[in-house]
């Protein structure tokens, strides 16, 4: 087993050498490139044999004045000039190319083939007749008016001498004897006062049953009124509660259910509990045909 071990102030240091090795290659290829083009560029100036393509300038070089000598010893010679140690240059490290496949070559997309249709035979439609509707028919001829015969003179009748022979009274007689009496009239029908006095008056009924409902509804209000009481968590509130109730001939609370509410619970539940105490009711009166009735009862909820 190997340990790896680094140092961060290696890695800044050889991060810090191959910053400053690409720059300066940046910049010797920059100069390299101006130079390149300036020559390469440049007019070849005429009447001149061609210049060569680097110019060689040779500068004075700079001599210091000599130091007065000593006597009795030589002169010191100038120590030799260290040439300039060059920094290594840190080669980065390139990654070799990968060699990328050739990419494949692109088929050009045949159109595809267009579908000719069959020409379709041409039938040669048969005309169609002329329609009745189309065809303008002559006005038909002008009748021929009537000429208006002058009517016939009828012929008068000339009455002809007629003799007129004496009637004998018997003839009247038998005549007078053959005639049919007058029917007597007939004798009248009796008359039928038994079932007519017996039938019953529809208005009399009518009244009488509206009487017996009134008489029951009012008895139905005065049972219901014993079992209303406040309910004890009504808080104070107040309120109308409509309750619809169903009930038999015998009086038996057949349904009844909330239609409308006072807005508080309390008092609604108070409302169907006083219905289902009063429960059961009276009986209908005989006037009363019917088997069940339904009543909307309205309670009138408040605090004493």
Do not use: C
């Not at 088997?291 to 605090?303: F, I, N, Y």
């Amino acid at each position: 087993m190997s340990v790896l071990t680094l140092d961060p102030f290696e890695t800044e240091d050889r991060r810090e050498r191959t910053l400053w090795t690409v720059a300066a290659l940046l910049v010797a290829a920059l100069h390299i490139g101006l130079g390149l083009g300036y020559l390469l560029l440049r007019p070849a100036p005429q009447g001149r044999a061609q210049a060569p393509a680097f110019d060689v300038v040779f500068t004075p070089a700079v001599v210091s004045e000599p130091a007065p000598a000593i006597q009795d010893s030589p002169p010191a010679e100038p120590p030799p000039l260290e040439p300039p140690k060059e920094e290594p240059v840190a080669r980065e490290a390139v990654d070799e190319p990968v060699p990328q496949p050739p990419p494949e070559p692109q088929v050009a997309a045949q159109p595809e083939p267009e579908v000719v249709p069959d020409p379709v035979p041409q039938v040669a439609l048969a005309p169609e007749p002329p329609r009745t509707d189309d065809v303008v028919l002559p006005p038909p001829p002008p009748p021929k008016p009537i000429e208006a015969k002058p009517p016939e003179p009828k012929p008068i009748p000339v009455p002809e001498h007629v003799e007129h022979k004496p009637v004998e009274k018997k003839d009247a007689k038998e005549k007078t004897e053959k005639k049919p009496a007058p029917p007597k009239p007939a004798a009248a029908q009796p008359s039928r006062p038994s079932r007519v006095a017996s039938a019953p008056n529809p208005g009399e009924e009518s009244v009488g049953a509206r009487e017996g409902q009134a008489a029951w509804n009012a008895e139905m209000v005065a049972h219901i009124r014993r079992y209303v009481a406040y309910p004890s968590d009504g808080n104070g509130a107040s309120g109308t509660v409509t309750v619809n109730v169903v009930i038999d001939r015998n009086g038996r609370l057949v349904s009844r259910r909330l239609a409308g509410s006072s807005g508080s619970p309390a008092l609604d539940r108070a409302a169907l509990s006083i219905i289902d105490r009063a429960a059961p009711f009276p009986r209908f009166p005989p006037v009363m045909k019917q088997a069940q009735e339904s009543r909307a009862v309205p309670l009138h909820m408040r605090p004493r």
